[in-house]
């Protein structure tokens, strides 16, 4: 992670760690959809996560405003990184970028901890360089299907075709 991210010019620490952090966490399926909305049901899609951001500033609800915020700008890094073409064929890449990069100005905006607060700002202005160095690690490191010998597919590849 470090290597890819550095190559395209992310070096500070604190994001490395952060992005690296964000993506062993959503390693796991369930903290992708950690999230739920007012009815319980797992949050899958950005439009529905700004409904939910909605109801939580009428509600006055700030802590879940924020939450809602930050799992948005992760959830969108890593969807435009690791599932890029398929948001591409879906005719919602940019949406994630531009909607992504948004929720981290947003992060950084409402962040108290400085430290956090500059890292939110940094992956805010280099949302579409990381998803970029996401996708080429995801291409090159992770490949989606085995070369002759190699053994079996990686299996997030059915997902990553999708």
């Known amino acids: 992670m470090q290597r890819g991210l550095d190559n395209c010019g992310i070096r500070e620490p604190g994001t490395v760690d952060y992005v690296s952090e964000v993506l062993t966490r959503f390693a796991e399926t369930r903290s992708l959809h950690a999230v739920t909305d007012q009815n319980g049901r797992p949050i899958e899609y950005l439009v529905d996560f700004l409904a939910e951001y909605t109801h939580a500033v009428d509600a006055r609800n700030r802590a879940r405003a924020e939450a ?3 799992h948005l700008g992760e959830y969108a890094l890593f969807m435009s990184g690791f599932f890029r073409d398929r948001l591409a064929r879906r005719g919602e890449l940019n949406y994630y970028l531009a909607r992504g990069a948004s929720a981290y100005w947003e992060c950084a905006d409402q962040e108290r901890h400085v ?3 500059e890292v939110f700002r940094r992956v805010h202005e280099n949302f579409s ?28 590849a059915p997902f990553w075709r999708r």
């Open 115 to 117: 430290a956090r607060r």
């Open 129 to 156: 360089r990381i998803a970029n160095t996401l996708d080429h690690m995801r291409r090159n490191q992770l490949l989606l299907t085995a070369r002759p010998g190699d053994g079996p597919p990686h299996p997030l």
């Open 68 to 70: 809602l915020t930050r």
